[in-house]
């Protein structure tokens, strides 16, 4: 398999680039080909604006998804974004790797989306969920918070935390046709023990060897929607 | 009241910029005050990052939080992001008005809320939810999308907005200790008339009129939870 990283932390030894590193070692390890993409180290720029294209198809009313749609077409997109594209393109696996900021992925990582998941190539037209751009491919996420399990869940104090992930996990991935495996999740890491983190590195190396025993999480379907995309 | 408008759009000609001025126009003729954060045009960096400190409290290890919570009680935060706090301490309501980007807010949205929402001011502790920094103030999305009503919902294609909007609304807005007024959605706008356009403004008018005879949504109070959070 060839696997893509992204991951969006600004600390070189934190947990979650221990993670990320854990990822990486455990692939290799196992045969796969894995790429790195370091948003802080690159110093990616998450703003969606005009100077993502070399070209602009209507510079008097900028509209963002239609510029994407018509540089992606003609070769216009600006190198930062092409190459980040290429990369996922590449990927038979993307993970995410990030720690939750807001119950969400930090800027950095909202922005790498924002500007590499361009209309026309990612999604477009009727061609979204199961037939999304990205059909084919795997997708999931790794991130680390600093609640307890108990905080989440239906009932619990801050609810369930698919609704959080809702949109990264929905909006985007499986919106874009990735098949999304169960996140991992390492909670309550900023309190935790050495120890305590280094079994989560251990568990995280069992689930990233048995990833293909991993349940999708399911989505919608186009098939179950009429031409309007009114429930059949 | 002292209003706070917070714009992300990269058009000045768009229509969620025409909602943004729309309610700036409404507002003052209510005789309210009001500011605007217009982040696209302030250039707004979205990045937490080592810069937004003028001093770090732990160099060699870089846990924003923590720095975060060390500049506020330090008066060490960058100028940009002590600037918008001030805006903040100063507004009964705040709206963050934006087009819904992968079911999210822009980048540049979210980093606004990362590393403005400074840790030890707006949360710490046992302070969040009702007995968040921000209580006693209010809080709204004014959010523009492309798809119909009727994709969202229950078994609808894309599920209920609500779990989309749960990151900003509950796990930011609420959490941060904001009355959370209903948000107002303008469905389907890169397709529509511009009459229905019009239309739309009209009903954003009178909402913000009316904001007093809105029931702001539900979320939880930390009476409800024991002081482990499990609920009681």
Same mark, same amino acid.
């Given at each position: ?19 990320? @590193? ?5 692939? =290799?390890?196992?045969?796969? +080909? %894995?790429? !790195? $993409?370091? &948003? ?62 807001? @119950? ?5 990582? =909202?922005?790498?989306?924002? +500007? %590499?998941? !361009? $209309?026309? &190539? ?74 305590? +983190? ?35």
């Amino acid at each position: 398999m060839n696997i893509l990283i992204v991951h969006a932390h600004p600390e070189p030894q934190s947990f979650t680039t221990s993670l990320k @590193t854990t990822a990486q070692q455990t692939f =290799k390890k196992l045969g796969h +080909r %894995v790429e !790195v $993409s370091d &948003l802080y180290a690159m110093q990616f720029s998450p703003v969606a604006s005009k100077e993502d294209f070399l070209e602009l198809n209507q510079p008097d009313y900028f509209n963002y998804a239609l510029e994407q749609r018509n540089a992606a077409k003609q070769n216009l997109l600006a190198p930062d974004i092409q190459a980040e594209i290429e990369k996922v393109k590449r990927a038979d696996l993307i993970i995410l790797n990030f720690p939750l900021y807001w @119950t969400s992925v930090p800027a950095i990582l =909202k922005g790498w989306i924002d +500007r %590499v998941f !361009v $209309s026309g &190539l990612f999604y477009g037209g009727k061609r979204f969920y199961n037939h999304g751009g990205m059909a084919g491919k795997k997708a999931m996420l790794c991130l680390t918070l600093g609640g307890r399990t108990h905080m989440f869940g239906e009932n619990s104090i801050h609810g369930p935390i698919e609704h959080y992930l809702s949109p990264i996990q929905r909006g985007t991935l499986a919106y874009s046709g990735f098949e999304v495996l169960p996140p991992f999740i390492a909670y309550h890491v900023p309190y935790i023990s050495q120890e305590a +983190r280094e079994t989560i590195l251990e568990d995280y190396i069992t689930y990233l060897t048995h990833l293909d025993q991993l349940e999708p999480l399911k989505f919608p379907k186009l098939e179950e929607f009429d031409e309007k995309l009114y429930p059949l």
